[in-house]
């Protein structure tokens, strides 16, 4: 079995994907220092998130090339990159590429499971074009157009669309052998046109892959490791019950995470604690912590306005800072993070070195174990963007 390192851009991504492998037996680490040494980690699949979604295009470039200098030749690399197409793209594949030696990248964003589908060229959710979705107006990262060669304009990228991955997976090695393009990008609308191309790439090495969570898990399947079933009933027995608090934190601007936590709010008794730039964290410590010796058993600490101001720009990393104090004072059972750069912003609050990846509670709502403090503690991420409107509240509810 080949052993991989899965290099995102964001550790929501980076989390989902590692939950793919963790699911049917890889042993699977996130690692949060990405630019440390990984030669004597001797897990399955290493997790590595270059944080770097929102920063310009010449500094995720040159981070990327910087973390793959240090992954070991006998290691294969995923690129995991956003289904959405959000980031740096092209710049962090090319760096790959570059500093690694593969010469031809195959990608497909596609996640059918999670209404992500490619045809024609055409990136879908849910069968409209993401350019007339909720993305349109992602406050971070705008999506204003639905063709997904318009996201790589350095190199001319090569289109292997479904009349010939529906033919199976040596027309596709030909295609792909054929071709004169360095990036060869893929449709793909269902599950079956996901193994078509993990098995290509399971069987070219020379090629990297790059893409969703989905793509990551054909290529499990690719390897016969596992029989391809979803993995979130058996996952859900180990993630289990707990009569502690569980926490959540969300710095998230996403309408789709606004609508979600509203319906938790509605349906649920949780304790909602909005943040402002203006708020004290110690005197919102002592508010939270009250909460929870009065036994309120879920606490929700979330961005009190999607505001654009500048001054709202750093919130997710206050709200990091008061769930890293809180978990330091008072751990909680699970936790569930919203959004990336949140995510990130926390673990570095707890300062914990990596989370043992287990598997997904739902299709595409991974989790795993961290220890703070010599207490284990279960957690949850999800993307800002992702999930029916009643995710969360059907995650409370198996909590």
Sequence with gaps: MKKWVILADDFTGAFDTGAQFASTGYQTFLILNSLGKIDRETADVIILSSDS?????SAAESHVRKIVRNIP???????KIDSALRGNLEDEILAVMSESGYQKALICSAAPLQGRTISDGVLFVNGVPIDQTDFRNDPKCPIKNAAIVRFFAKKQPALCDLSVIHQGVDPVKQFVADCNSELILCD???????LTLGQVCVEDEALLPCGSNGFAKAIRIAEKHGDGNAAGSACYQDWGMTEEYQLILSGSAHPKTERQLALMKEKTQTGFFPITPQDSKDEKLAEILTAIESGIRTIVITQASRSLDPIWRNIGDLISEIGGDLVRVKPPGKSIIIGGQTAAAFFKQVDIDRVFVKGEVEAGVPWGIMKC????IQIISKAGS?????LLLKLVEKL
């Design 53 to 57: 979604r929102e920063v310009l295009p």
């Design 73 to 79: 030749d006998e290691r294969r690399i995923y690129k």
């Design 188 to 194: 793909a609308q269902t599950e079956e046109d996901l």
């Design 373 to 376: 403090n010599a207490k284990e």
């Design 386 to 390: 992702f999930g029916s409107e009643d």
